[in-house]
T-cell receptor, first 115, second 113 residues
């Protein structure tokens, strides 16, 4: 398996622009997580899905952020409009419930810089 | 709200040394705890997972312990190697009904050849 795939790997945009981050989870995994990592705050959970349904979005910072999972193999995290304080590395992770290890498998991340 | 602290924030050791990384968490009602490794510019890789009922978990040169009642976990690395250089993060999971992991800010380890 190719692991969790994220695109783009790097994104540079200007304040006010819309940003869309994409994630393909590992095939067969029924949980998908979006995280944000910054030096100041560390790694924070933004939202997670189970079977394409959002379960907990309490970590989404504000209404400018939205996430969707239209099918089991694709999810997006959208920021509209983007602000400089959104600059961070955004990780997607997936997990299959019932696995003995129940660990989360992380993608390589998308480095976002908002100017 | 769960808060996770990792000490030290950075550690530099010569190759071959044994070392201990510390993790403390404020809410002891956890389901399990994981230790992850993060290499520069990369995602996280799970190293060890300890269930709340366990005291220790071992994988090769790595040994993780858990004292749930005191809110502490340690990661022991034996005979460190330059390839162990990375940031190590601990993450307790809040409960059986939730998959939420709360991460510490990590310990950045450098093993000097």
């Amino acid at each position: 398996d190719a692991g969790v795939i994220q695109s783009p790997r790097h994104e540079v945009t200007e304040m006010g622009q819309e940003v869309t981050l994409r994630c393909k989870p590992i095939s067969g995994h029924d949980y998908l997580f979006w995280y944000r990592q910054t030096m100041m705050r560390g790694l924070e959970l933004l939202i997670y899905f189970n079977n394409n349904v959002p379960i907990d979005d309490s970590g989404m910072p504000e209404d400018r952020f939205s996430a969707k999972m239209p099918n089991a193999s694709f999810s997006t995290l959208k920021i509209q409009p983007s602000e400089p304080r959104d600059s961070a590395v955004y990780f997607c992770a997936s997990n299959e419930r019932g696995l003995v290890r129940e660990t989360q498998y992380f993608g390589p991340g998308t480095r976002l810089l908002v100017l | 709200k769960q808060e996770v602290t990792q000490i030290p924030a950075a550690l530099s050791v010569p190759e071959g040394e044994n070392l201990v990384l510390n993790c403390s968490f404020t809410d002891s009602a956890i389901y399990n705890l994981q230790w992850f490794r993060q290499d520069p510019g990369k995602g996280l890789t799970s190293l060890l997972l300890i269930q709340s009922s366990q005291r220790e978990q071992t994988s090769g040169r790595l040994n993780a312990s858990l004292d749930k009642s005191s809110g502490r976990s340690t990661l022991y690395i034996a005979a460190s190697q330059p390839g162990d250089s990375a940031t190590y993060l601990c993450a307790p999971r809040s409960g059986a009904g939730s998959y939420q992991l709360t991460f510490g800010k990590g310990t950045k380890l450098s093993v000097i050849p």
